[in-house]
């Protein structure tokens, strides 16, 4: 047996989990981690991270693509971010929930960025600044209703977490989708408040604004839909949707949780050149610490400073997540970074192409080097049915197992996504196609036997 065929170790894991589900709701932390949204057998339990690679409490290291679900650009533990944190815990404190000087340097950091965010505040998490761009275009335009896309997620709250991921049979016709509650215990009547409509199709957002222009707040978009597999915008696609927003006097809200400060210095708005009135930054934006950004026009913005639309935190802006924005910060802003990242996730996006190819398996990949998906097929969705429908015929679920098995992290699911860091090297996507020409012949053969689909009949 060669190295790249050895099997990992679970024992460790499996007792832990075992412990912690006597206290700990299912075993962990969050239903993302959970064997239910495809963590076979076991959760991976982690022991520590270092640069591009997770040592688990098994003693398996892997070549870590799931990077925190998107926080960790730079890595695990980057020295230059621990230094600044630790500095500040140990010379000033973790919060004070007072004013200091780090807030304004960091929030000036983040407008030279993101020049559409003129003014922001900073928040804890993507869930909780997606609900204030809502509450904020809402409290501007004085309407009620948002206008989003299925596939999108904004993260939990009972006023968005609607048709994000629902079942084709839940989600109702293509031109008149069902508002499908992402949860039990969301009130229903939060339903009259969205329209929801599929993406990417200039058509039916045309239908869309001509029928509810002029009740729509805001109509809330990831610019690349890293929700269901790193989706592109269609040419255009994008652009006609400001049109339509500004046409009808509703607010345009980028949620680039996922995207900001990820697929470019600038986020998604500057690498599509579509510009919103609102945008949500998180994840990257602490590479790796609790800390997300609400911002845009001043205007709208603005209207915070009186306090007739609120805004406040206990843990908004501590000294703590302020440094780590400004190192984090300082680490991306290099000169070619965000070339690097991209370039070597671009190199490993195609060489897994290639690799499937020489195996006799379709392949293709959809979004930029920082982020992006492998489809085991001819052509990539357009959108979130489509990624569906793909992945009911995928064997995704092998290829996440035989990489696993051969120490690389990816998300199980086919509508997750490869991340990458600035801490991956070529090396490291050199190992990583090694690893991946090791386990394609399983895959394959998984094909060969139709072991395809969300489960795809693996274990
Ligand atoms: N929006 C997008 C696009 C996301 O990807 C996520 C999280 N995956 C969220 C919002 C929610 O962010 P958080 O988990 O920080 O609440």
């Not at 991976?44 to 799931?66: H, K, M």
């Not at 971010?81 to 004070?96: C, N, P, Q, T």
Request: aromatic share 6%; with cysteine; glycine share 12%.
């Amino acid at each position: 047996m060669s190295e790249l065929e050895t099997k990992r170790h679970t024992s460790a894991s499996e007792r832990l989990f075992e412990q912690a589900g006597q206290s700990l709701v299912g075993g962990v932390g969050s239903g993302t981690r959970s064997p239910r949204s495809g963590w076979l057998p076991v959760p991976v339990f982690v022991a520590e991270g270092s640069g591009a690679r997770l040592t688990d409490v098994d003693g398996n290291v892997y070549i870590d693509y799931a990077m925190g679900l998107g926080p960790l650009i730079l890595g695990h533990r980057p020295r230059a971010l621990i230094d600044a944190v630790s500095g500040v815990l140990h010379e000033r404190g973790s919060l004070f929930a007072l004013a200091h000087d780090l807030e304004g340097e960091a929030a000036a950091i983040v407008r030279r960025r993101v020049p559409s965010m003129e003014l922001l505040r900073f928040g804890n998490s993507g869930t909780e600044c997606v609900q204030y761009a809502l509450r904020f275009a809402r409290a501007f335009t004085g309407r009620e209703k948002i206008l989003r896309f299925e596939g999108h997620y904004h993260g939990w709250s009972d006023a968005i977490h609607w048709s994000a991921h629902p079942t084709l049979e839940a989600a109702g016709p293509r031109d008149h989708p069902t508002a499908v509650p992402g949860s039990t215990g969301i009130p229903a009547a939060i339903a009259d408040t969205l329209i929801v409509a599929p993406w990417n199709d200039v058509e039916l957002l045309e239908q869309v604004f001509e029928r509810h222009g002029d009740e729509i707040a805001a109509v809330i978009t990831e610019p690349i839909l890293g929700n269901a597999g790193g989706i592109m915008p269609q040419s255009g696609y994008l652009e006609r949707m400001r049109e339509l927003a500004t046409a009808s006097g509703a607010l345009l809200i980028f949620d680039e949780v996922l995207t900001g400060l990820r697929v470019d210095g600038g986020g998604a708005q500057r690498l599509l050149g579509v510009t919103p009135d609102l945008t949500v930054l998180a994840k990257a934006l602490g590479a790796g610490f609790p800390v997300a950004a609400v911002g845009g026009r001043r205007d709208v913005m603005e209207m915070l400073a009186d306090g007739r639309t609120m805004h406040g935190g206990t843990y908004n802006s501590s000294p703590l997540v302020c440094a780590a924005v400004i190192a984090a910060c300082a680490e991306t802003g290099k000169p070619g970074f965000y070339d690097g990242l991209n370039a070597r996730g671009e190199q490993l996006a195609n060489g897994l192409v290639e690799t499937a190819a020489a195996c006799g398996l379709e392949a293709c990949w959809s979004g930029v080097g920082a982020l992006f998906q492998l489809w085991f097929a001819g052509a990539p969705p357009h959108d979130y049915r489509e990624a569906v429908e793909l992945a009911s015929r995928s064997p995704f679920p092998t290829f996440y197992a035989e990489l696993l098995e051969r120490g690389v992290l990816i998300q199980p699911p086919q509508i997750g996504l490869f991340l990458t860091s600035g801490a991956h090297s070529d090396e490291d996507i050199e190992e990583t196609l090694e690893r991946a020409r090791a386990a394609m012949p399983a895959v394959a053969e998984a094909v060969a036997a139709g072991r395809v689909g969300p489960t795809g009949g693996v274990r």
